[in-house]
């Protein structure tokens, strides 16, 4: 079964940067479209970034668009989520989560979900939190 462990959040104030790793273990990275999702204090959760199997196609939130870059890197089962100019509003817990596109009826290998419930395998999360 595949693993999924997030590193790289922390503090940081409003207009700073971070950039977050999901290491993936367990399986074949290019089986699996990558999402990163947002549970922000209050709110339901959100995909803020994601990325297809084949790393052709990606898609973000309406909140984080020209903000954030998600980018994977199949040969260290890798993806990353650079975090630009950021706001109090994205404070929350970031999970990176899978997509097995083997299993999911109509998905390829260029889909990318915005729907969290699309996911099949989650990590821990890491905390991100944007404050003076």
């Known amino acids: 079964q595949v693993q999924l462990v997030e590193s790289g959040g922390g503090l940081v104030q409003p207009g700073g940067s971070l950039r977050l790793s999901c290491k993936v273990s367990g399986g074949t990275l290019g089986d699996y479209a990558i999402g990163w999702i947002r549970q922000a204090p209050g709110k339901e959760r959100e995909v803020v970034a994601t990325?297809?199997?084949?790393?052709?196609?990606?898609e973000y939130g309406n909140s984080v668009r020209d903000r954030f870059a998600i980018s994977r890197d199949n040969v260290e089962s890798t993806v990353y989520l650079q975090m630009n100019n950021l706001k109090p509003g994205d404070t929350g817990i970031y999970y990176c989560?899978?997509?097995?596109?083997?299993?999911?009826?109509?998905?390829?290998?260029?889909?990318?979900?915005?729907?969290?419930?699309?996911?099949?395998?989650w990590g821990q999360g890491t905390q991100v939190t944007v404050s003076s």
């Open positions: 989560a899978a997509l097995d596109i083997r299993t999911f009826a109509g998905s390829t290998y260029y889909y990318a979900s915005l729907f969290p419930s699309e996911y099949n395998y």
């Open positions: 990325i297809s199997a084949g790393g052709v196609n990606v």
